[in-house]
């Protein structure tokens, strides 16, 4: 069983377009996380929900809006995609407390053509 | 602010040799985590380790060994009799302490480590 599953692996898509990327988890942890790696691999977070709510919200335009319909699902999805949203983008899992570790999904490329 | 710096861009070893690479790591937290993260040429990024700020003693498996010292803010990543299959970009990071979905991974702009056969 995929502890942390990202769909669609790929996305190719063209500027304009909408598109969502879904994720999913099985590790029954709390929070859950968006972060992008651009193409040098430079890897920063850009949204965490804590059961459902909303907790950290970076610096990132309003076209991304993540969703998490529940503990186990956290959706982003994208408006009017633009060329320099292409990246890969990585769904993670953390576990909170003393014990407090990070899990992530195999992440999705996106390009925008 | 945090702050994780990984000085060595890109190396290369032939293989079984040992290798070394670097983390120097700035943050105002008393509690804090530290991660090193494995990133394979497939995609993918691999949970290696978490050390705590409050455990210094330095951590072994297998291959593997860790070197955390708080005195020099480094969190130091040893492979040992390195192999072709270890060729990938390793990342380390550092988050503050556990806080209910506040505890975002600031990232090292990561290594390249290419194992020659």
């Known amino acids: 069983d995929t502890a942390v599953s990202q769909t669609p692996k790929y996305l190719v898509t063209q500027m304009g377009n909408d598109k969502s990327i879904k994720c999913e988890q099985n590790l029954g942890h709390d929070t859950m996380y968006w972060y992008k790696q651009d193409s040098k691999k430079f890897l920063k977070i850009m949204f965490s929900y804590n059961n459902k709510e909303l907790i950290i919200n970076e610096t990132v335009p309003n076209r991304f809006s993540p969703k998490s319909p529940d503990k186990a699902h956290l959706n982003l999805h994208i408006n009017s995609l633009e060329l320099g949203d292409s990246a890969v983008y990585f769904c993670a899992t953390g576990s909170g407390g003393l014990i407090y570790e990070q899990y992530f999904g195999p992440g999705t490329r996106l390009t925008v053509t | 602010a945090q702050k994780v710096t990984q000085a060595q861009t890109e190396i290369s070893v032939v293989e079984k040799e040992d290798v070394t690479l670097d983390c120097v790591y700035e943050?105002?937290?008393?509690?804090?985590?530290l991660f090193w993260y494995k990133q394979p040429p497939s995609g993918e990024l691999v949970f290696l380790i978490r050390?705590?700020?409050?455990?210094?003693q330095n951590e072994i498996s297998g291959r593997y060994s860790w070197n955390f010292q708080k005195s020099t803010s480094s969190f130091n990543f040893t492979i040992t009799a390195s192999q072709v299959v270890d060729s990938a970009v390793y990342f380390c990071a550092l988050s503050g302490p556990s806080n209910f979905g506040n505890e975002k991974l600031t990232f090292g702009t990561g290594t390249r480590l290419t194992i020659i056969p």
């Open positions: 943050t105002r937290d008393t509690t804090y985590y």
């Open positions: 050390r705590n700020s409050f455990d210094e």
